[in-house]
């Protein structure tokens, strides 16, 4: 008997050993995961993905790319095709003849809708990162959204509207456009001030500060030589003049309205290059909630736990 106890504690001893050494690779191989997601600060996978793929940074890639496009495109067109002088038009000049009017309308409009996608996700980051309850962060995050949406409206009326048509129209875009835009940069410079440095450095305050002072000494010089041009010349006259002649009057003024327009809008596009560090660090989901089986069950008053934020979810 004592025999045989003796070799049954060595078998269970001898399975414990092996039951051991077969879970070692395991808890190794897990402990290498944590290891290296944590050094890298990113997730599995984000290694093997271009840069634009990471996150949601392709919006403000997109977002750039595609309005500048519609720009120099629409510029391009009008040149060739002699609607407007080569040297500085006004940006809405080169989109109020066709062809290029339909180019500049459909670009810009996608880019309206590309602007909002753009604010929308910058919205849920900050709302997500601001985890100590900040009102004051809270109040300006959500005051930018709602800047950022009348400027992408705006920016609809831009293009929809010529100023060749619908003078006024055109104008009240412009101002929403830029107006509410610049007010929108000063909103984020100034959350960016107020998150660093436990969310990210001084740096990137910095660089938001020198582009909105950028874009504001363009509104500035844009708006005075506008207003002096205009007081001078009727404002239905200056709507249909698209070739200038530099004896005609008014001419220096409007090549530095011109100039300072192409800067504005620059300056403005620039801004959200800034976003795409940020950007690569945030995703979005959408939760679908059923409240019956099927289409032809009549609803029960309950409804199912889950995401309640509005059709997108922010996760960091």
Known sequence: ????????????????????????????????????????????????????????????????????????FSFITAVVLRHVDPLVPYISDTGTTPPERCLFGIMLTISAFLGVATMYVRYKQVEALNQEDDRTIFRLNRTGLVLGLLSCLGLCIVANFQKTTLIQVHVIGAVLTFGMGIIYLLVHTILSYKMQPHIHGIGIFWIRCVLLIWCAGSIVSMFISSVTLYTSIPTIEMAMKLHW?????????H??????????????????????????????????????????????????????????????
């Open 1 to 72: 008997m004592p025999l045989a106890g003796t070799q049954c504690h060595r078998e269970q001893h001898h399975q414990q050993v092996q039951t051991n050494i077969n879970s070692r690779p395991v808890c190794w191989e897990f402990e290498a995961k944590r290891v290296a997601f944590d050094s890298e600060g990113s997730r599995p996978g984000f290694a093997e993905m271009w840069w634009f793929q990471q996150g949601m940074c392709f919006f403000p890639v997109a977002l750039v790319i595609w309005s500048a496009g519609a720009f120099v």
């Open 245 to 253: 002649k530099p004896t005609d009057k008014g001419y220096t003024l």
């Open 255 to 316: 090549m530095v309205s011109t100039a300072s327009e192409w800067s504005l809008a620059f300056s403005f596009l620039s801004f959200f290059l800034t976003y795409i560090r940020d950007f690569q660090k945030v995703t979005l989901h959408a939760e679908v909630e059923l409240l019956a089986e099927t289409l032809y069950d009549k609803l029960q008053g309950h409804t199912h736990n889950g995401e309640h934020s509005p059709l997108l979810a922010g996760t960091l």
